[in-house]
């Protein structure tokens, strides 16, 4: 089964589409929950309408943040995510597939 090592991973208001590999996956349900936590730590989230950030983050087994940087975007909103990131509790990972695509992924977010 191919995997998204280092892939670039959408996060916005909607179901996020992303392009994988055929046989990949299907991580859609995964960034649901993860968009939940991730927006429940940030009620200003639709301030940052328009602009977008690219944060790698590095998530243990136990979906515990072991690391986060940023890799672009608005300086402003980019600095709220990594000051929200610190704070949330990620859904655990159901499988280990799924755990493959985001223990070391960017996320683009965009509200």
Not at 60 to 77: K, V
Not at 84 to 110: C, G
Request: hydrophobic letters at 45%; proline letters at 6%; charged letters at 20%.
């Amino acid at each position: 089964m191919n995997m998204m090592k280092g892939a670039v991973l959408a996060l916005m208001m909607t179901i996020p589409t992303v392009h994988a590999a055929p046989g990949s996956v299907d991580i859609s349900g995964y960034m649901r929950d993860m968009q939940t936590a991730i927006r429940g730590k940030l009620p200003d989230w639709d301030s940052y309408q328009g602009k977008t950030c690219e944060v790698r983050v590095i998530l243990t087994r136990d979906a515990m943040l072991m690391g986060a940087s940023t890799e672009g975007g608005d300086p402003t909103f980019c600095a709220a995510m990594l000051k929200a990131l610190q704070t949330v509790k990620f859904p655990k990972f159901p499988n280990e597939d799924v755990y493959d695509v985001f223990k070391n992924a960017v996320i683009d977010f965009k509200p």
